[in-house]
T-cell receptor, first 116, second 111 residues
């Protein structure tokens, strides 16, 4: 089954304790992206990756890191989480970012993170 | 700064009527626009895409229009059903890779 898988789905952590949210897709997609969703602010793009070893900042990259060493995986790293990073996080992928197809994004089920 | 606004947080309509959702944007020159559906606790699901050179797109009971002069997209669901109740998001794409989503409009279709 074609899917984007995020882990963990739920996490409660404390300020400063490094964590990684994993994202994996099995559709051989070139493009992957991370978003956070907060009430009243909608979905905001954190980082995106056009292909392996190519990443770029979205609108709210502060406090986050990403890497794209393999095509299927795009982990989101919070080196020193703070309470303002409490949010619902979504990973998404698309065949390509531009042109060749619709750019349809396939989303994971979300990871709800609480930082105390 | 770039901004997307969806007409209202909530829209309530009667079953069988047409739901019309609005997406307005400023300081953008998008190449294409997408609409997604999001159910509570789930990730968004792609519905339709419309490009800047297209005026209208249809898919079954769904219709999207795109007016780059007004900087507006309208999303219509005809013959609405209670199962259409969800939050609908519009998203704009400009430079390759960067996307911006609206806050969403929550549609409730009452039987």
């Amino acid at each position: 089954e074609a899917q984007v898988t995020q882990n963990p789905r739920y996490l409660i952590t404390v300020t400063g304790k490094k964590l990684t949210v994993t994202c994996s897709q099995n559709m051989n997609h070139e493009y992957m992206s991370w978003y956070r969703q907060d009430p009243g602010l909608g979905l905001r793009q954190i980082y995106y990756s056009m292909n392996v070893e190519v990443t770029d900042k979205g609108d709210v990259p502060e406090g986050y890191k990403v890497s794209r060493k393999e095509k299927r995986n795009f982990p989101l790293i919070l080196e020193s989480p703070s309470p303002n990073q409490t949010s619902l996080y979504f990973c998404a992928s698309s065949l390509k970012a531009w042109g060749a197809n619709t750019g349809e994004l396939f989303f994971g089920e979300g990871s709800r993170l609480t930082v105390l | 700064s770039q901004k997307i606004e969806q007409n209202s947080e909530a829209l309530n309509i009667q079953e069988g009527k047409t739901a019309t959702l609005t997406c307005n944007y400023t300081n953008y020159s998008p190449a294409y626009l997408q609409w997604y559906r999001q159910d509570p606790g789930r990730g968004p699901v792609f519905l339709l895409l419309i490009r800047e050179n297209e005026k209208e797109k249809r898919k079954e009971r769904l219709k999207v229009t795109f007016d780059t002069t007004l900087k507006q997209s309208l999303f219509h669901i005809t013959a609405s059903q209670p199962a259409d109740s969800a939050t609908y998001l519009c998203a704009l794409y400009t430079n390759a890779g960067k996307s911006t989503f609206g806050d969403g409009t929550t549609l409730t279709v009452k039987p």
